[in-house]
Nanobody
Framework: QVHLVESGGGLVQTGGSLRLSCVAS????????MGWYRQAPGKQRELVAS???????NYADSVKGRFTISRDNAKNTVYLQMNSLQPVDTAVYYC????????WGHGTLVTVSS
């Protein structure tokens, strides 16, 4: 059974940084393309970054140049380094596998204060 556990969220001031982690189990992690999503209050969940099994990355325009997605297949973990955080980045962040859409963890809350 696919299981995803996100961590690393917290409260940070505008301009600060956070590093999110997502540990996956129940899948062959190395062959899975992974994505980081976020859902702000009253808004739909959106994809902010993705990484293929081969390491190719893609970003939403809103985070390009500020966020970096990476993966460590030995640890079954995908990361999201977030720099220059802004209040609009406030959301619950989730990771997911493109091979198993709809499988979500509990997410991790990121709050950026102005």
């Amino acid at each position: 059974q696919v299981h995803l556990v996100e961590s690393g969220g917290g409260l940070v001031q505008t301009g600060g940084s956070l590093r999110l982690s997502c540990v996956a189990s129940g899948m062959i992690f190395s062959i899975n393309a992974m994505g980081w999503y976020r859902q702000a209050p009253g808004k739909q969940r959106e994809l902010v970054a993705s990484i293929s099994s081969g390491g190719t990355t893609n970003y939403a325009d809103s985070v390009k140049g500020r966020f970096t997605i990476s993966r460590d297949n030995a640890k079954n973990t995908v990361y999201l380094q977030m720099n220059s955080l802004q209040p609009v980045d406030t959301a619950v962040y989730y990771c997911s596998s493109f091979r198993y859409p709809g499988r979500w963890g509990h997410g991790t809350l990121v709050t950026v204060s102005s």
